[in-house]
Nanobody, 124 residues
Framework: QVQLLESGGGLVQAGGSLRLSCTAS????????MGWFRQAPGKEREFVAG????????YYADSVKGRFTISRDNAKNTVYLQMNSLKPEDTAIYYC?????????????????WGQGTQVTVSS
């Protein structure tokens, strides 16, 4: 079983940056694809970014492409989400998730393990 813990959320002004971290416990971390999702009040949970076990395949939602970067360090059992040029519409709780599949998917139902989430708030 994989346990995930997010950190790095906070309050920033529009145009600012944050880096989220997700640390995983579990010896099978290397075999998992990882994803970041977010959920705003009254909205469905949506895919933000994903990265494969090899770190060579990455995927982004159109809304964050060019602004966010996902990366992973398997030696540290950690996945990151660098968020630049933040907008008020990026405000949400951000979750990291682990998928036993080799290639990440944007479907939240495909992920096997979830973190508790970290709040990101972007002011106007």
């Amino acid at each position: 079983q994989v346990q995930l813990l997010e950190s790095g959320g906070g309050l920033v002004q529009a145009g600012g940056s944050l880096r989220l971290s997700c640390t995983a416990s579990g010896r099978m971390f290397r075999t998992y694809s990882m994803g970041w999702f977010r959920q705003a009040p009254g909205k469905e949970r949506e895919f933000v970014a994903g990265i494969g076990w090899s770190a060579d395949s990455t995927y982004y939602a159109d809304s964050v492409k060019g602004r966010f970067t996902i990366s992973r360090d398997n030696a540290k059992n950690t996945v990151y989400l660098q968020m630049n040029s933040l907008k008020p519409e990026d405000t949400a709780i951000y979750y990291c998730a682990a998928d036993r599949g080799v290639v990440p998917t944007m479907n939240p139902g495909a992920y096997d393990y979830w973190g508790q989430g970290t709040q990101v708030t972007v002011s106007s």
